[in-house]
């Protein structure tokens, strides 16, 4: 049989950085094919050249056996090679419709089109209406929307890119089920991914990258989700050590948290109350955009609340600014890093300034220590393997993950009484994360109060001692990790979220 | 072949210092051209403005009396641009700031001396304050945007300026010209025996490091450049917004009340309708010219000053309105402008 899609030799170089290194794989007709790896594995670097946002510099693409330039996205869809990206691009004030409008290539009339729309929907399952709004509906459902854009061209190969980081359980399984309907017509699917179980459960074969280099091609359905990760990150994976820990009396205590959205597209919090005690890890679990980023800007200061809202160590905060509360031993992660936790054009010695200053004593009568600020970031760099030129790089110059480690580190080596971090691993490899995850846990074996935001359902089982749910502004009674249930938690996190996103 | 622009991995600093220095110069090459096509000696021209009063001596105390109130206001409204607050009324702040130092001058009657002085400076900058703080509350209050208040307040400004020499402070001996009375010997600023470089021009030589000092190695510095880089990550670090826009607008205003007053007790000695002369605008493009550094502020104002000091030798040489010079300052603003695209992005050719 002639594979659908066979790359061999493949080479691409950016300045200083070899990306892919003769990689070579090939996909059958109607295979679900996952390439794994680790950020900056060259993952995206190898799809957008099939996908013809690139060029590789050496080695041949063949489709179908014969050998192929794929000159841009447009020739590429022609072929019948379809992409969802993690990112979608939709209008949010136009509807299904009009947003699946502008994605095509060819101009077709609305009514025509719209029958091809709900014939594909029928076919596949994915339900949903052409004429609703795009800013009314859920993540998930935004993401049906490139599906079906994706699936109206009839593609030979699909590409998805990360596709479930943004899903609940539920919406995971439905994802799921319309890919293998599509993989049994005859459709294959390269599948992007670093989350093992997933792909232990959908796909056929797995390619997995490490440092721009062809790995292994691997069975993941006879491989075990460990024995992949070591060899995307290329050595043995750590366990985190959680022994040890003892909980003492509570540290961070909020009581009756409210807060106003912020403008139209922001989610206000309702009524939050929950305690994290010395040694506790807390989880909150939750669909990006139900109010997680609300909640770390009420925790932090930035958004300053009641005063009896939050209170640390016996001491009400609520009242405080960011500044006051770190003064109280309050730290916080956002989830954005360039522009909220970092100053993208100011050095890692300057960035380390920002949340520092007063904790470290950066401040002498008015004027900053810059020795003491290059001294620090070194020693973050050094602790957390921060790949930087040093305390003077750019923070806008590291990588994603670097630049996460970095700030992670700033804050954690500060030994703060109470650490709120949202996403502490977004976009963090493998090894990177397991770092992040020990120190976390070494922290809380020192007496500290972690809050952990994260989307990330497995990361925060593996971390957590209680989890809650947010939802539309609200957040669930906590629940022991220990008793948790997967499906409890899936149902709390989207249940409640399409009945409110109505009503609003 | 084609072009097209690529991102820098850092921002070039050696394009943040070619791009001025090439802008003067292609401002230079442009005003040739454009002066021969209109039948005009074009090189005369340019050589007039941009050289000769660099060249001859007898020029640069008229350089340099020019330059002060340039470089002290544009030190403070770069520390605004910083934070991305576009003070652009500094020249109704200088107006006001000299008006109130001449009311402090008049208060003391004949009284001259160090603290009569002293305390004419001290009403400048107060002035220059708190004509800037009526944008700083509309913004931080009201949303007001402070290009648009700032700027009405200029106008506003001169109606007051207006008003008061043309009646309260007249000068009773001054013919009925509306001016203020010239200030009496001991209120003027020292100057250097048979010239007219006065104490002021130190003051313009030494702000610089002192601006040096509070934007590069003071919190207050480190709070302005984050406020306007990142104002998400400034609210990370516990810094306030609102309090840096006003602090920024106070020091903006302070500054061109200073220059005002200086302007008053070293230069002018007396206020008349002609006091606004506009340094105030001429000093947003010193600020941008200089990359809103202190020092560059200092380089940036001298040049403006030869320009300014070349347009009026130009009218008598080559006969052309000394208004030649302010189109040959916007061309170096709108060149320093256009090529602050070069420090972040490199001209690459496409593949």
């Known amino acids: ?504 | 072949m084609r072009y097209k622009l690529e991102k820098r991995r850092e921002p070039s600093m050696a394009m943040l210092v070619i791009t001025p220095v090439a802008s003067v110069i292609v401002t230079m090459l442009v005003g040739i051209l454009a002066f021969d096509a209109l039948g005009v000696d074009g090189w005369a021209a340019v050589r007039d403005i941009f050289l000769t009063p660099l060249l001859a001596s007898h020029k640069w105390q008229d350089v340099a009396v020019k330059a002060a109130p340039l470089v002290i206001i544009a030190l403070g409204l770069s520390v605004g641009n910083r934070a991305q607050v576009w003070n652009i009324g500094a020249e109704g702040q200088y107006v006001i700031g000299a008006l109130a130092a001449a009311g402090v001058g008049l208060a003391f009657g004949q009284a001259g001396g160090f603290f009569v002085i002293l305390a004419m400076i001290a009403a400048g900058c107060l002035g220059g304050a708190l004509w800037a703080l009526i944008p700083a509350v509309l913004r931080t209050r009201f949303s007001v945007n402070e290009v648009l208040s700032s700027l009405m307040l200029t106008y506003v400004s001169l109606q007051v300026l207006g008003y008061l020499v043309g009646g309260p402070w007249k000068d009773p001996n001054g013919r009925n010209f509306p001016a203020t009375a010239p200030l009496p010997e001991g209120q003027m600023l020292p100057a250097l025996d048979g010239s007219t470089i006065h104490l002021g021009i130190v003051v313009a030589l030494i702000l610089p490091f002192a601006f040096w000092l509070l934007m590069s190695r003071s919190t207050f510095g480190y709070q302005v450049r984050v406020v306007g880089s990142s104002p998400h990550a400034a609210r990370h670090g516990g810094f306030d917004a609102k309090q840096t826009i006003w602090a920024t607008m106070l020091i903006g205003g302070a500054m061109a009340g200073l220059a005002g007053s200086l302007e008053l007790t070293g230069a002018l000695h007396k206020v008349d309708l002609g006091f606004a002369s506009g340094y105030g605008f001429t000093a947003i493009i010193v600020a941008f010219l200089g990359r809103l550094n202190p020092f560059g502020c200092l380089l940036a104002g001298i040049v403006l000053a030869v320009t300014s000091v070349g347009g009026q030798l130009a009218k008598t040489t080559v006969h052309i309105p000394d208004s030649t010079a302010g189109i040959f300052q916007a061309m170096m603003l709108f060149l320093i402008l256009a090529s602050d695209i070069l420090i972040r992005y490199r001209i690459a050719k496409r593949a």
């Open chain 1, 1 to 504: 049989m002639t594979a659908r899609l066979e790359l061999k030799g493949i080479t691409k170089r950016f300045p200083g950085v070899l990306a892919n290194d003769r990689v070579g794989f090939a996909v059958q007709p109607g295979e679900i094919h996952a390439l794994l790896g680790e950020n900056g594995a060259g993952k995206s670097t190898l799809v957008k050249m099939i996908y013809g946002i690139m060029q590789p510099d050496e080695g041949q693409i063949l489709w179908n056996g014969a050998p192929l330039q794929v000159a841009n996205p447009k020739a590429a869809r022609k072929l019948g090679i379809g992409m969802v990206f993690q990112h979608f691009s939709l209008f949010d004030a136009l509807t299904v419709l009009e947003n699946i409008a502008l994605g095509m290539d060819a101009a077709i009339p609305a009514r025509a089109l719209e029958a091809k729309i709900r014939a594909v929907m029928t076919q596949y399952g994915l339900m949903l209406d052409p004429s609703r709004v795009v800013s009314t509906l859920s993540v998930g459902e935004r993401q049906r929307i490139e599906i079906v854009r994706a699936l109206l061209l009839n593609p030979k190969l699909l590409i998805m890119d990360e596709p479930t980081s943004v899903l609940t359980p539920q919406e995971v399984e439905q994802l799921f089920i319309v890919l293998r309907k599509l993989a049994a017509e005859g459709c294959s699917i390269l599948y992007i991914s670093h989350k093992l179980h997933e792909i232990k459960a959908l796909c056929d074969t797995a390619t997995i990258l490490r440092g721009g280099k062809l790995v292994d091609t691997c069975d993941p359905k006879v491989e075990t989700s460990r024995s992949m990760a070591e060899k995307m990150i290329g050595g043995s994976l750590k366990d985190i050590k959680r022994d040890g820990r003892s909980l003492g009396a509570p540290k961070l205590v909020v009581q009756g948290l409210s807060l106003p959205a912020d403008g139209p597209f922001g989610t206000a919090l309702r009524d939050i109350s929950f305690s994290v005690r010395a040694g506790e890890i807390f989880g909150v679990a939750g669909v990006a955009g139900n109010g997680q980023n609300a909640l770390l800007l009420a925790l932090s200061g930035e958004e300053p609340t009641a005063r009896a809202a939050v209170t640390v160590n016996g001491t009400q905060v609520g009242h405080m600014t960011a500044r006051d509360r770190r003064g109280q031993g309050v730290s916080s992660v956002p989830e954005e890093r360039n522009g909220h936790a970092a100053v993208p054009v100011f050095t890692l010695a300057d960035n380390a300034i920002l949340t520092a200053r007063d904790r470290l004593g950066m401040v002498n009568r008015g004027l900053l220590d810059a020795k003491a600020a290059r001294t620090y970031a070194g020693e973050v760099i050094e602790a957390f393997s921060v790949k930087a030129t040093g305390p003077g790089a750019m923070a806008e110059s590291l990588s994603g993950g670097n630049l996460q480690k970095y700030i992670m580190g700033r804050e954690i080596l500060q030994k703060p009484q109470v650490l709120v971090v949202s996403q502490p691993t977004w976009g963090v490899d493998a090894g990177a994360a397991a770092a992040i995850h020990q120190a976390l846990v070494d922290l809380a074996a020192e007496g500290s109060a972690i809050v952990v935001i994260s989307q990330d359902l497995d990361e925060l089982l593996a971390l957590c001692d209680t989890l809650a749910v947010i939802n539309g502004g609200r957040l669930s009674a906590p629940m022991a990790v220990a008793d948790a249930k997967i499906d409890e938690i899936g149902l709390l996190m989207g249940g409640i979220h399409g009945e409110t996103a109505h009503a609003v």
